[in-house]
C-alpha cells in the first residue's frame, strides 16, 4: 500500500510526534517547585538569569578564586534537599543585600556550585553534604553546614 504525500488522510508532523518543541510542551504542562506550607515557589532556572549568587562551573572556578577579595562559596543541590537548599540561597542573597545597601563597603562576591554538575570541584573543597556555605579567601578559611 502506497500513500501520497498529497492525501488529506496523511498525518500531521504533530500528530507522529514531530514539529513540537518541547518549550510549547512546558509551556502548557509547567513544572513547579513548591516548598512547605507558606508555598514559596522553587525557580532555579530564573536563578541563573537574575541571582545576587552567580552560578559558576569548573572553568570558571579560577577566575573567582584567586582574586584578593573575599569570596562566599554556596554548594548546593537542585534536587536532593531542595528546599533546604533555596532557603540556604535566599538567605546569602538578603546578606549579600544588606551589605551592598551598607553603600560604605563593597559586598563579598558570592558565588554557587551545583554539587551533582560540578563533582570534581566539590570534591576539590572537599564538600560531600548540600547546603554548605565557604568563606574563601585563597583558601577555605571556614565552612559552614
Same mark, same amino acid.
Given at each position: 500500500?502506497?500513500? /501520497? !504525500? *498529497?492525501?488529506?488522510?496523511?498525518?500531521?508532523?504533530?500528530?507522529?510526534?514531530?514539529?513540537?518543541? =518541547?518549550?510549547?510542551?512546558?509551556?502548557?504542562? #509547567?513544572?513547579? %517547585?513548591?516548598?512547605? *506550607?507558606?508555598?514559596?515557589?522553587?525557580?532555579?532556572?530564573? /536563578?541563573? &538569569?537574575?541571582?545576587?549568587?552567580?552560578?559558576?562551573n +569548573?572553568?570558571?572556578? *579560577?577566575s573567582?578564586?584567586?582574586? #584578593?577579595? #573575599?569570596?562566599?562559596?554556596?554548594?548546593? *543541590?537542585?534536587?536532593?534537599? @531542595?528546599?533546604? %537548599?533555596?532557603?540556604?540561597?535566599?538567605?546569602? !542573597?538578603?546578606? $549579600?543585600?544588606?551589605?551592598?545597601?551598607?553603600?560604605?563597603?563593597?559586598?563579598?562576591? @558570592?558565588?554557587? $556550585?551545583?554539587? %551533582?554538575?560540578?563533582? &570534581?570541584? =566539590?570534591? @576539590?573543597?572537599?564538600?560531600? !553534604? +548540600? #547546603?554548605? $556555605?565557604?568563606?574563601?579567601? %585563597?583558601?577555605?578559611?571556614?565552612? /559552614?553546614?
Amino acid at each position: 500500500m502506497v500513500v /501520497e !504525500e *498529497e492525501d488529506p488522510d496523511w498525518p500531521v508532523d504533530t500528530d507522529v510526534g514531530w514539529g513540537i518543541k =518541547a518549550s510549547e510542551y512546558f509551556d502548557t504542562h #509547567p513544572i513547579k %517547585n513548591v516548598v512547605g *506550607e507558606d508555598g514559596t515557589v522553587i525557580d532555579w532556572e530564573g /536563578e541563573i &538569569d537574575d541571582s545576587w549568587v552567580k552560578e559558576i562551573n +569548573c572553568l570558571e572556578w *579560577e577566575s573567582f578564586a584567586f582574586h #584578593p577579595s #573575599p569570596l562566599v562559596v554556596l554548594v548546593f *543541590e537542585r534536587y536532593k534537599r @531542595a528546599s533546604d %537548599n533555596w532557603k540556604t540561597l535566599k538567605e546569602l !542573597e538578603k546578606a $549579600i543585600k544588606v551589605y551592598w545597601d551598607a553603600k560604605d563597603r563593597l559586598p563579598p562576591r @558570592a558565588v554557587k $556550585i551545583d554539587l %551533582n554538575i560540578e563533582t &570534581d570541584l =566539590a570534591y @576539590a573543597l572537599k564538600a560531600k !553534604e +548540600c #547546603p554548605q $556555605i565557604l568563606f574563601y579567601g %585563597n583558601r577555605i578559611l571556614y565552612r /559552614e553546614k
